[in-house]
């Protein structure tokens, strides 16, 4: 207890005058550990409970004398226990508001009196009672422990004649277990908030292990743990070190000295004791000095090592040597960051690139080397808690660090933090781009353009001139043509990009503007982009952002914008704040709504809201920096910005939100800031490239059904029917096909679409389009074509010959939505012979074959309408060769959507009785009556149904019953979709034509859930219910007829 | 007499300020040129910045010390101005803008140069800048800057090179990359049109030959 105490609760600042524990979830656990131990003490260890203290525990107690009732003797002020100690002293003695208790007996009746208060006195009393075990023990008792040794405790108790020395020893015993369980218990929740440091030591371990070995080339000869136990939270020093933030111990023999034995820390990397002779303990003293991280530390301990780590990768150690330089935290996060991904991979070609990441992440992270643990780990674990709490105090004794959580810890505690979000935003979805290109140098000895040799000597100005050197250089370089890529890689490779970067880092606003217009051309090459990034580049056009002058700002911005075309750029300007700063800019263009401000300014200030869009658009395509702009509040400042009336600003606003409607959240907040009514306004405008990206955010959105009512109220539809008509930009025509599609599920929509003659127009473009244009039409028409007018309408207009043809695709999103239109389309027995005619059926039904399960269980859908609709379906469904086992073994799938939808095709299927009896010989039975235990609705009901086809043929009722798909069945009718009743229903009366099923049906309680059935609105349910009760209720009079006769 | 002027020229501009009246008194009884009151007449300095360029070029005139009968800064107590306040180093620039402030070539500026000059300087449009920028880059009067201004103006704008020779070698190749770049016309020497062409197209340009105006930090403030 009293090691916790000291070391893992958080005591307030106040160190002098009265101590007081902080409120903090840490504490109260600590606590409330404490108080179970003393309620539980009185019955768990009586013997123990009447030891009387050394000293009285006292402190101020809250608690009303008048709450004491038996076994006290209560007074106005005073309460004293009746149990008295030897000379008589009652044990308790409380006289207001002072109290002294002597023994835990009487601590855990306190505590139990207290009732509800309990951990204001327990705080209160630990408060109190500087060092309780010494005050409980006797001083001397501490002092022998101290001492270290177990024997010598026990030696010292066992001399001891007194009777009470026994007691006081397990006394003692007891109260280490409770320190150590709140030491365990403490560190679980110190080891939560780091958790991720211990895997960063353990990734540069394996990292160095991966170069050592034998030879001469290796960095080292062997790393290891001392300890091949690892603890959940990832270290693996035992819990009273890992107190001290210690993570593991790491045994290094490098080649040219002795094996080192190294404790990594939180605080660094330092040389312990070593191992001892006998036992293989560590002796945890520390004997060197901290160094910041294995790698400089071995450096120093051994020169082989740093001599074949620089020849093992020259690279490695100049950006280690950068990174030190470096005095921004910034950027080196994002460095160690970024490599992190590239660790898992070990094979030997990718030697080099290990190397480096390894060098990169030794400077974020701290490795700890170990001792010789390894052998005594197990052993250790199951050690008496004697000989732990020996280590510790030895440990405790030694160890020179101060709080549990130092500045040191908080750090890293940041920095796991931004891995766990890092880790996050890679996860998520964001592949355009993404694949970095090869990086390829020109070759020195190429033909090099004139421009080479022009550019590096305007290169030299650049580096050596002052700034009006410097400005001229810029300029003349502005002169070349910047958007050729020889060009741009000429700037690069003669080592412009790096002085580019360096002016943006000076106070010359003219050397800034001019590098930055260089760079914003540059960067419209992945390369160079990719070359900024790596170059640091990123924080300080961040930076710029925050700058008065205008220009200035909008150019960064607009650099930001083609820089962040890829994830890592993006990520960079995340963690430096650029999301914040560059909403902030969106603000400008706000402001100068107010008529004070001359024209001029105006114009200036929607520049630069422009670039500020221009740039959250590029960074919108993260995931978190959706939620970032969302946090910032960019929203609102969006929506603000779409009621201007500039159409290059619109351009890259309306982008960003489209962006980010793939989220949640900004849908909602589309819909609740009526940024549909402006995304319509503008879908009037002029510009291809804005009709295009509002018809996008119309898409993303209108999955929305509130949404789509709104396109519809502010008048979208008809600009959206009439934009079908220009075909020629295809990405615009995409994703107006889009928002029709997605506009098209509400029905009052599609009424209109179809008074804008949009459904012609779109039966039009199922031929000769794009595959991303076709998805989006053949999606329209599936909806349109559930009505009946409109699938005339499409038979009419020759729409269902193309939607055939477009059977035969690979493309998956396609294939869902034709064989969605093309099933609705059957649903008209006229359509229908057409679809027939051109082997429609066959088609769909080759499609049960396609791999993607969506594409599955829409061809099943498909083909019931057809074969209901078909003329001689059952002739139809034979003629495809091993099509009814297909479907059949189908029923095996594990997605629920197909398994539905092949029931309901079943259903459709087994209406012939010459397939009936196929698919009974497949083995139909057995595998439905497997599906029967499920809770999906959906499934349910058509599954249902199925079984009550089925059940039409030979033996199959029986079948049911011997695979027990009744019960479930009965289950079905309490479930609340009206659906599955009837269809339960109508399988129930079929099932009970066999007496077994009947019987099955009246144990599980079916005939009171069919009695209310009878009485349901609708007639299927009613009378298939009735059926099905008459019939158990016939077998019931049959029975009593037979018993009686 | 004066008073009644001043409060017309406060009355025609709109303003009837009590406290501009009576600082445009002070100035009066302090015996500056009248003239100065009506310099906001003509330049887009705002009046109130008048009243301060004029009192900062009184406190100016008194700490030079200059004699009273040539009212107004000489060329080193302008210098100072140019290098204690706008940060200017280049002593030859300082004499070229002393130049161009000084219009009537009397060696000294008054408080009417004072005012167009620093209106120019500070609030000027783009034009006059241009204008302003042309005038202080040529000196000998002929209306171009010639190769060898050029050369002067950028002789200084190379880090010292392993030898004198090759820093000499740099700057000839920086003019001819400056040429190349201004020199529309090919006469080896830029005109105020081509001067006027380069800056409009890229105006980074303005200051080509050395910063001539106030720092965009500060003017930023």
Known sequence: ?1045 | MSYFLITRASSTIGTRSCLVNYFLLDWCTRGLSLSCIYLYFYFAVKKSEVECLLRVFHSLVEKANVRLNNFGLDRNAFRAILHSIFGMTDDMLMNRVFFAFDKDNDNCINAKEWVKGLSVFLRGTFEEKLKFCFEVYYLNGDGYISREEIFDMLKNSLHQQTSEEETDEGIKELVDITLKKMDYDNDGKISFADFEKAVKEERLLLEVFGPRLPEAKVQCQ
């Not at chain 1, 009052?748 to 779109?762: C, G, H, P, Q, S």
Request: charged letters at 25%; aromatic letters at 6%; glycine letters at 6%.
């Open chain 1, 1 to 1045: 207890m009293g090691v916790a105490l000291a070391r893992s609760a958080q005591w307030t600042a106040a160190r002098y005058g009265t101590r007081a524990l902080e409120t903090t979830p840490l504490n109260e656990a600590i606590l409330e550990e404490i108080m179970m131990f003393v309620e539980s003490f009185i019955y768990k260890h009586p013997q123990e409970a009447k030891y009387v203290f050394v000293e009285p525990l006292e402190w101020k107690t809250n608690l009303d004398p008048s709450a004491f009732e038996s076994g006290y003797i209560v007074s106005e002020t005073t309460v004293k226990s009746e149990e008295v100690d030897k000379d008589g002293q009652p044990l308790l003695f409380l006289s207001v508001p002072h109290i002294k208790i002597r023994s835990f007996g009487q601590l855990s009746r306190f505590l139990l009196t207290a009732k509800d208060t309990k951990l204001k006195e327990a705080q209160a009393c630990i408060e109190a009672n500087e060092g309780p075990v010494t005050k409980i023990l006797g001083l001397d008792y501490n002092t022998m422990k101290e001492d270290t040794s177990v024997v010598n405790i026990l030696d010292k108790i066992t001399k001891e004649e007194d009777p009470a020395s026994e007691i006081k020893m397990k006394l003692g015993k007891l109260l280490e277990q409770l320190d150590l369980h709140l030491l365990n218990h403490s560190l679980r929740h110190i080891s939560l908030e780091i958790r991720l440091n211990p895997t960063i030591v353990k990734n540069d371990i394996e990292l160095l292990k991966h170069f050592s070995g034998k030879g001469e080339q290796t960095v080292l000869e062997s790393i290891d743990y001392t300890s091949d136990y690892e603890f959940s939270n990832g270290c693996r020093a035992p819990p009273w070190r890992q107190i001290h933030g210690e993570i593991c111990y790491v045994l290094v023999k490098p080649h040219d000295v002795e094996t080192l034995c190294i404790t990594c820390s939180a605080e660094g990397v330092f040389l312990n004791g070593g191992k001892t002779n006998d036992e293989g303990e560590i002796n945890y003293e520390r004997k060197s000095e901290i160094y910041k991280d294995l790698v400089t530390f071995l450096k120093e301990k051994s020169a082989k090592f740093s001599e074949n780590m620089s020849k093992q990768d020259v690279r490695f150690s100049e950006e280690w040597k950068k990174e030190k330089e470096e005095p921004k935290e910034a950027p080196k996060k994002e460095e160690a960051a970024a490599p992190r991904k590239a660790l898992p991979a070990s094979s030997k070609s990718m030697l080099e690139k290990n190397q480096i990441n390894f060098g990169k992440s030794q400077m974020t992270k701290r490795l700890e080397p170990s001792l010789n643990w390894k052998a005594t780990i197990d052993f250790k674990e199951h050690k008496s808690l004697l000989r732990d709490i020996q280590e510790e105090k030895r440990g405790g004794r030694l160890e020179r660090s101060g709080p549990p959580v130092s500045p040191g810890r908080a750090q890293l505690i940041h920095k796991s933090a931004e891995k766990i979000e890092e880790m996050i935003s890679e996860s998520s979805s964001e592949s355009e781009e993404d694949e970095e290109p090869p990086d390829h140098r020109q070759e020195a000895n190429a033909d090099l353009p004139s421009e080479y040799w022009q550019i590096q000597k305007l290169v030299k100005y650049l580096k050596g001139g002052n700034q009006t050197a410097t400005v001229i250089a810029l300029c003349s370089m502005k002169d070349f043509n910047l958007a050729q890529e020889t060009c741009q890689l000429a700037i690069r490779d003669v080592g412009g990009l790096e002085v580019l970067i360096n002016l943006l880092d000076t106070d010359e606003v003219k050397c800034k503007i001019g590098s930055l217009k260089i760079l914003k051309e540059i960067s419209h090459n992945p390369q160079i982009r990719r070359n900024i990034v790596d170059l640091g580049g990123l924080p300080i056009l961040v930076n710029i952002l925050d700058s008065p002058h205008k220009s200035l700002k909008c150019l960064a911005a607009e650099t930001i914008a083609n820089v962040a075309k890829f994830r890592r750029a993006r990520r960079a300007v995340r963690r430096h704040g650029g999301i914040t700063k560059l909403v902030a800019l969106l603000d400008c263009a706000q402001n100068s709504g107010e008529p004070a401000q001359s024209s001029l300014y105006d114009a200036r200030d929607v520049e630069v809201a422009r670039c500020g869009a221009l740039a959250l658009w590029s960074c919108s395509k993260s995931y978190a920096n959706k939620e970032a702009i969302r946090r910032a509040g960019g929203i609102l400042l969006l929506a603000g910005l779409l009621k201007t009336s500039h159409e290059n600003m619109l351009i890259p606003v309306v982008g960003t939100l489209q962006e980010c409607a793939s989220e949640e959240n900004y849908r909602a907040a589309i819909k609740a800031e009526r940024i549909i009514e402006n995304l319509v306004k503008n879908l009037n405008s002029e510009n291809e490239q804005l009709q295009e990206h509002c018809a996008m955010a119309i898409y993303q959105c209108a999955e929305d059904k509130e949404t789509r009512d709104l396109v519809r109220l502010h008048g979208g539809l008809k600009p959206l029917a009439s934009l079908l008509n220009n075909t020629d930009n295809k990405e615009r025509l995409a994703a107006v096909t889009g928002a029709i599609w997605k506009c098209s599920i509400s029905k009052e929509n599609v009424t209109k679409f179809r008074e804008y003659k949009a459904i012609e127009t779109l039966v039009g473009l199922l031929t000769d389009q794009p595959e991303e244009v076709l998805v989006n039409v053949v999606g329209a028409l599936g909806e349109c074509c559930q009505e009946y007018e409109n699938r005339v309408l499409v038979r009419k207009c020759g729409g269902i010959q193309p939607l055939v043809n477009l059977l035969v695709g690979i493309n998956q999103t396609l294939l869902v939505n034709v064989t969605k239109a093309v099933g609705a389309c059957a649903v008209e027995p006229e359509s229908m012979m057409i679809i027939d005619r051109l082997d429609g059926v066959r088609l769909l039904w080759s499609l049960l074959k396609n791999p993607h399960p969506d594409v599955k269980a829409s061809a099943a859908w498909a083909l019931c309408p057809c074969i209901q609709n078909a003329k001689d379906a059952g002739e139809m469904v034979r003629s495809f060769v091993g099509g009814l086992e297909l479907v059949v073994n189908l029923l095996k799938s594990d997605n629920k959507e197909v398994l539905a939808s092949v029931c309901a095709a079943i259903t459709n299927i087994a209406k012939d009785q010459e397939n009936l009896a196929v698919i009974t010989d497949h083995g139909v039975v057995p595998l439905l009556s497997k599906l029967a235990n499920t809770n999906n609705d959906k499934l349910r009901r058509h599954l249902a149904e199925a079984i009550s086809r089925c059940c039409m043929w030979g033996r199959n009722r029986v079948t049911f019953g011997e695979y027990k798909a009744v019960a479930p069945l009965v289950r079905y009718l309490k479930s609340n979709d009206a659906n599955v009743h009837r269809a339960t229903a109508q399988a129930l009366y079929q099932l009970s034509e066999d007496a077994d099923n009947c019987i099955t049906m009246h144990e599980n309680g079916a005939v009171k859930l069919l009695l209310d059935m009878v009485g349901s609105p609708d007639q299927d349910l009613q009378e298939a219910a009735a059926g099905c009760i008459s019939n158990i209720r016939r077998l019931a009079l049959a029975t009593e007829k037979a018993r009686y006769t």
